[in-house]
């Protein structure tokens, strides 16, 4: 069974649109985390997610939002998708001492 | 905020050469985590230190914790191809063991047969 999951795996999209990536552990974790990496591969941390504490990346744009209906889930809408947007976005999740990465969606806005 | 800075950012062997990189901080580290995303895949923890002046093996893999705590290095004996990806040093941005994880920038390792 896969730690973290997240779907979609590739994510094409238009300018303008409002989409939503899913993310789901069954490690029991209580922290879940989003990230971005741009094409220069750097990982940038935009949420975690802890005991219904939510602690954001001030550079974030508000366009991004978590979302977790349960200490298992952690979701990611963005609306008016712009093409700076374009990334991949991976979840993660994590007990404490290390983190378990979700595949990572490919999003990208045309 | 907090961040760490990590050298260099990319890094080309032969192989059969060995390979460090490393990460510097400001201010002094709780613990630090390494973790290696190989091209297409995503991040995999590889270790945590947490005592100063630790050192860790990993097969060909050294990790080093700095006596100050502010520094750490991944060294890598007689790089494979199989050794191919990305490295990141890893710190959590409050200092304790939850919190958001920060990640370095990572330093690119290719490894020409």
């Known amino acids: 069974d896969t730690a973290v999951s997240q779907t979609p795996k590739y994510l094409v999209t238009q300018m303008g649109n409002d989409k939503s990536i899913k993310c789901e552990q069954n490690?029991?974790?209580?922290?879940m985390y989003w990230y971005k990496q741009d094409s220069k591969k750097f990982l940038k941390i935009m949420f975690s997610y802890n005991n219904k504490e939510l602690i954001i990346n001030e550079t974030v744009p508000n366009r991004f939002s978590p979302k977790s209906p349960d200490k298992a889930h952690l979701n990611l809408h963005i609306n008016s998708l712009e093409l700076g947007d374009s990334a991949v976005y991976f979840c993660?999740?994590?007990?404490?001492?290390?983190?378990?990465f979700g595949q990572g969606t490919r999003l990208t806005v045309v | 905020g907090q961040q760490v800075m990590q050298i260099p950012q990319y890094q080309h062997v032969q192989e059969g050469e060995d390979f460090t990189t490393y990460c510097n901080s400001s201010t002094t580290l709780s613990n630090i985590q390494w973790y290696k995303q190989r091209p297409g895949g995503h991040p995999v923890f590889l270790i945590q230190?947490?005592?100063?002046?630790e050192v860790k093996k990993q097969k060909r893999l050294t990790f080093q914790f700095g006596e100050a705590k502010k520094n750490s290095s991944l060294h890598i004996t007689a790089t494979q191809t199989t050794d191919v990806g990305t490295y990141f040093c890893?710190?959590?941005?409050?200092?304790?063991?939850?919190?958001?994880?920060?990640f370095g920038k990572g330093t690119k390792l290719s490894v020409k047969p």
């Open positions: 230190l947490v005592k100063s002046g």
């Open positions: 890893v710190t959590p941005a409050y200092g304790g063991s939850q919190g958001n994880l920060i």
């Open positions: 993660a999740s994590s007990q404490g001492i290390l983190a378990f």
């Open positions: 490690l029991g974790h209580d922290t």
